[in-house]
């Protein structure tokens, strides 16, 4: 399985940096009007959105090269959690497309999504 890839600072993001704690509820809504709700997953999944600036081109084009072997949101890959350095070994990305920007001659930036999968 693959891993998510560090910057060259072994770093996997930059500050702000966002973590999410989410849960998948539920509910149904019966005919008579009333609802009944129900949590899919036992335990809260993780949500962390990662902001990268100031990329050099390699560490773009690694970015760029995790992304298209994941085929999106597709893969999943394991995540080093940069807020508690947890090992979550299945994870996805959030989003089928990446977007970059250049900022600057020889940097760019870009946002990723990454949540946990549990089943």
């Known amino acids: 399985m693959a891993n998510f890839p560090r910057l060259k600072t072994g770093a996997v993001a930059q500050y702000p940096a966002t973590r999410r704690i989410c ?37 773009m084009a690694a970015l760029e090269e995790f992304f298209m072997a994941n085929q999106g949101a597709f893969g999943s890959f394991t995540f080093t959690d940069p ?26 930036a870009t946002t990723l999504t990454v949540v946990e999968n549990r089943s």
């Open 83 to 108: 807020f508690d350095g947890a090992t979550y070994p299945d994870c996805s990305l959030e989003a089928d497309a990446l977007g970059s920007a250049a900022v600057a001659e020889m940097s760019s």
């Open 23 to 59: 849960y998948r509820n539920q509910a149904l809504r019966f005919v008579d009007g009333t609802e009944q709700r129900y949590r899919d997953c036992e335990a809260p999944l993780l949500r962390w959105e990662i902001r990268l600036s100031q990329l050099d081109e390699s560490e």
